[in-house]
Structure formats: structure tokens, C-alpha cells
């Protein structure tokens, strides 16, 4: 038997921390725990400028047992950018393979800020215990977890400078993100509104006797005559009955604002069609805005068709993509829902609601958020019958966590206020450029609901729907700015369980999907079933523009992270509407 020498080191590896401008000397040992000689060891590497050996790169022979201490001297100048850096040294030998040793240094500013974060509920009332964690978008091992004191405030000191993405949740509120930015020697100030949770949706499914299916109850519970918009849709669901192919059944829902505070930009979203059922609604009944304590009767149609689309069940459970991708229902809420139609089954669809309004105005609290109420759900009782059920507990209840959510947020911003009987576009058909513009320049100015706007012209927003048969049957959203785009894909391989579970998330699906790379999303240049360029927000600060708004995408991008689910969850859905939220953009 041949008597070989072996290197082992200790630590294995160096992962260490320092400020910029200081110094101290990072040191392993290199031990011969083999049985024979390591002959004439020497020491190759170290790349960066201000990581140097402390003793010779010639340290010789290595009797078995024996060991070397080798010393490393850290020095980062006071002018090196935050981060952190890597580098190796490679133990060479006559008698042994080249043995690479990892060296990670992080570095951080010795110039420090402080924060002060401020939290309040959309009716000006202090929110005490709110849990914030904020995170250093370079360094991401510098995080935060604390809570507000009493009065809802929280001050922490001594942060080093740099971008940091934030948090905030409490009990019976509606959880927020945002960004901001330590300078040295400053205290920023991050005043937060949350969105009171004042609806409470629940399932409740029960099976029905001798008819080999399951009965599914809604019921809402909520809040009235608050200062607040509170979006109730009635009824919460319907079970369409039995249509054969060519038959018509036409219903229609009601949405009533019960609070005291106006919603605007009201949107609705829904599957054009599930397996062989066609749906249409009616988009002219939806009025731009929905004042306080009034409602709107919208009608719909469903029509099956005289064949049928041919969809798997997993492509028709995947139909489910025009759905509203916030994340409003926890995991048990999908299951229970995939347990009443199947595993999967698709057994129903939802008429999903969408708003905007502002809370706490004319505060340092103002700001625009969104509102995606999953409104209206229609199931399928011919799935039903072949859908073997999923729970366990034949009746069982299934709450919905938020039934409100508000995306990407953290700035402020100004009021909301109609112009007057001078605006250019009164009288103006949607997205009229105005006089004294140019649509080829980076912005321009165009009529919106009456009023005009600024486009971002270099920014360029693309969804794809599903489609059976062309060439991404799972559709994708993502982001074009010239040569660079962004998307959201898991970082790997998924199945069903993966896809309602959540998997680990990569920015362009970098290291699986072709094409992905750092600023390049796979679908970069293809076609897309929905093409828009946004509008600047309202709320946007004062001097905000299209060269901003591009460094906010791109500042966005790379600092999100997280995993990737479908339907709830982080996604391309919800990773293009956090962005625009974030970066003032708007459809």
C-alpha cells in the first residue's frame, strides 16, 4: 500500500468582516494528516491588492502530523466600494494535487447613519409591536429584526451606510416593503401607513350526501362606515350548473365600496376561458372610480362550447394564470380549493377586482396602494363529480389571510386630485400625445382618463398569456429597458407540488433557463400577448422621470429575492407589480 500525504486546513475557510480603512491578519493552518512526506509545499494566489501573506510562499516540507500557520494581512482602503470579496490561495506540492483554500471578506463602511421608522394605520392610530426587518441590498448577511416601541416608532443608530430594503407587518394589517438609503452622519426618517385588515373571507366545504360531490359556503365579514374603502363583492360565489355544449348562462355580481373613502383606476382580470367554457364581462359596466358607499352591477357570460379545447388537467389547472398573483390565500386555501375539484381539478375561476386609492392624505403618511380583492368565484359542478376530494376532514374551514394587498410601496407621495376645466384632455381619446410633445423621446405627455400624463417611453412592459399550442404554454411577464430586461423564474426544475409549495427564485432564471444572464430575462425580444408602455405615477416625488424610473427597475431587480410559486406567492405577476409599485409606474 503507498503512504500518500494529506492536507487538511483549519478553519476550512476564512469568511470574515471588517470596515474600510482598517487592517488585522486572518490566519489557518495547514496540517499533514496523511502518512507520508508533503514535499516542498508552497503557497500560489491571493489576487487582491490589499490581501497579502504575512510569511514566505516557500514553506517547505511537511512531516505526517506536522503543521504551518499561514497568516493573511487585510487591509481594505478607505476608498474600496462596500461588499464582498473573494479570493483563494492554492497549496501546491510535489506529492500532492493542487489544494485550494476560500478566502471571503466582507466590507463594510466605517461611516454609519441612523434609521427611524415611524408606523401608523391607514386611521392615523400608532401601531405598537410591528415587526421590521430590513436588509442591506450588497450585504446581505447585515440584517435587521426588530419591533416598534409602544407609540409605533423604532430608532435604530450606528447602521452603515447604504441601500436597505425593509418589512413591516403587524396583526390585523395588511404587510408593506419599501426601500431607503443611510447616509453618513444622517438620520432617515420612513414614515409607514398600514392597511387595516377589515374583511375576513372564509371556506367552508362540506361534502354532499349520495351526490359524489362537495358543497362550498363563502361567507364575508366586514367592516362598514369606515374611513377606509372597504370592497365587498355579493354573491361571494356561485355554482354554475350543468351546460351542455352551445348553452348560455348568464349571471352578474355587485360591488359595493361600504367604507367612506373613494377607490379609482378599478380594474377587473379573469380567465377568457377554462377548458371548454368561454367568459366574458361585461368591462363597460366597470366605472374608473367607486365612491364612497356606492355600488356597481357588473354582468358576465359563460358559454360552453360546441368542442372542447382538449386541455390536460394540469394545463387547465394552470389556466388559472390571468388570476390575481398577490398573495391573498395561504397554502391551505389553494389545496382546500384544489381538494374540493380535484388533485388538480379545474373546478372554478374567480372575477378578481382591483383598485387603487389613497390612504392617510395630506400626511407625511400619504401614499398610493393597490387593491386586489379575489372577488367573485364560479364553480364548476361538472368537474366537481370526477375531482377526488383532497382533505382529510370532510368539513373543515379555510381562511383567507389578506384579502387585501398592497404591492411594493415605502415612498411617499402626493395627492390625487382631478385638473380643471383648462386640462388638454378633457374630451380626449386614451393615450392622445399632447401638443408640444415628442413620443420618441425618453417621455412624453399623454392623455389618461381625461388627463394627461407622463409616458415613459424607454420602458417597456410585456405579459404573455398561456397558449396550449405556441411555443411557452406557461406565459411569462417581464420588463424591457433597451438592451436589458427583467423576470422572475424559479431557479430550477418544478413540478405541481414545487409550483404551489414554492421553490427557490432566480432573477432571468439565471443558471438554468438559456438566455438568461444578470440583465437579460429568456424572453428578451419575443412577442407578448399584452404590450405597454407605463405612465409615470401621480404620487411619484417631484422631479421623478423615465432616466429614474430606470434606475429604480434596475436597482429593484437585483436587489429582490425569495422563492417562486404559483398561484400565491412571489412570481413574474407579483415580481413586474412590485416593481411598478416601487419605481411609480403604472399601467
Known sequence: MTLIPVINTSPSVIDTGMTRGSQKIASFTITNVGQETLRNARLEGLSTSWMALTIPREIGDIKPGESRSVGIMLSPPDTLPQGVYDDKIVVYSDNHIPYNYNIQVTVTSNAVGSVFFDVVNEFMEDVPGASITFQHQLLLELTYNLKTGPDGTLMVSDIPEGRYVFNISAPGHVPTSGSFIIEPGMTKVVPMALQVDMVDVEFSVTPVPLEDRYEITVSQTFETNVPAPVLIVEPPKIDLPSLKPGEVFNGEFKVTNYGLVAVFDVELEFPTSIGDYDIEVLREAVPDKLGAMQSVTIPYKITRRLTTAGLSSFEKFLAYRRMPTSPLLNISSILSLIGYIGTPCPGSFAITFKAKCIICPNTIFQRIVNITRVSHYVFFLDFSRDCTP????????????????????????????????????????????L??????????????????????????????????????????????????????????PVDLWDTLTGVDGALNGQGYFDGGTPTTDPHHGNDADEVFKPYISVSAPDGYNCEKAVACISDFAN????????????????FQEEMMSECYLEK
Not at 382533505?391 to 389578506?402: A, D
Not at 429597458?481 to 423564474?489: A, F, L, M, P
Open 390 to 433: 383532497f382533505m382529510s376532514n370532510p368539513t373543515k374551514h379555510y381562511p383567507i389571510n389578506y384579502p387585501w394587498h398592497q404591492s411594493g410601496g415605502g415612498s411617499l407621495g402626493g395627492a390625487y386630485s382631478p385638473l380643471g376645466t383648462n386640462n388638454p384632455c378633457n374630451c380626449a381619446k386614451e393615450g392622445t400625445v
Open 435 to 492: 401638443p408640444d410633445t415628442n413620443p420618441n423621446d425618453c417621455q412624453h405627455q399623454a392623455c389618461r382618463n381625461g388627463e394627461p400624463r407622463t409616458v415613459a417611453n424607454n420602458i417597456v412592459f410585456k405579459r404573455k398569456n398561456i397558449n396550449k399550442s405556441g411555443d411557452d404554454k406557461y406565459g411569462h411577464w417581464w420588463v424591457e429597458i433597451g438592451d436589458e430586461s427583467y423576470g422572475w423564474w424559479p431557479a430550477g
Open 559 to 574: 436587489s429582490y429575492s425569495g422563492e417562486w410559486s404559483w398561484p400565491v406567492g412571489q412570481n413574474c405577476h407579483s
